[in-house]
């Protein structure tokens, strides 16, 4: 189990600093942020995670696109939050300072393998969440590139949780439908 007061106190703090954003399909963020969140429940639970566990699991959830696309710093998490959350959630992030998305992820993903499981799930419930039906504007090539750098997290943090890595493997094979 987790605790239901470590969830509401990392879900109002996404809440205030994602704001007005909006998802690709016009949503408020949170529904993004609550997504990859449920995703994490349901593999906690059916993986029967200790509860420190599953709470750092579900905090870095919430919070995984603070620092990426909010005001939020590091700093912040570690002073709201802690060393760990700080640390999970910035592993989760890209590094802007980086001039290509390959880059990019080869860093985030480093910074992942370093990162106990309970945080590199998250990555794995941020793609299964993101590989539903891709935005229309989208051309092929990036849809396949999309879904080869899907390949490639699954590859590198499969072992994190067998739930959410079969979760996605189910979603990478769904997803080639839409790439010709
Ligand atoms: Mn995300």
Not at 127 to 151: C, F, G, Q, V
């Amino acid at each position: 189990m987790f605790s239901q007061d470590v969830y509401i106190k990392a879900l109002e703090y996404a809440a205030l600093a994602h704001a007005e954003q909006k998802t690709p399909k016009n949503l408020p963020y949170l529904a993004h942020v609550v997504s990859v969140t449920m995703e994490v429940i349901h593999a906690c639970e059916k993986s029967k995670m200790d509860e420190d566990k599953a709470n750092l699991a579900i905090s870095c959830a919430l919070l995984h696109d603070t620092i990426e696309d909010t005001k939020i710093t590091y700093d912040d998490l570690y002073v709201d939050f802690s060393e760990a959350i700080a640390n999970g959630v910035e592993a989760l992030s890209k590094d802007k300072s980086l001039q290509s998305k390959q880059e990019q992820m080869k860093k985030s993903i480093e910074m992942l393998l370093e990162q106990p499981y309970e945080v590199q799930m998250v990555k794995l419930a941020d793609r299964i969440t993101n590989l539903s039906t891709p935005p229309k504007h989208w051309e092929n090539d990036k849809k396949k590139a999309y879904l080869k750098e899907a390949s490639f997290i699954l590859s590198c943090l499969k072992n994190s949780n067998i739930y959410l890595s079969v979760r996605l493997e189910e979603k990478i094979e769904n997803y080639k439908q839409y790439c010709n």
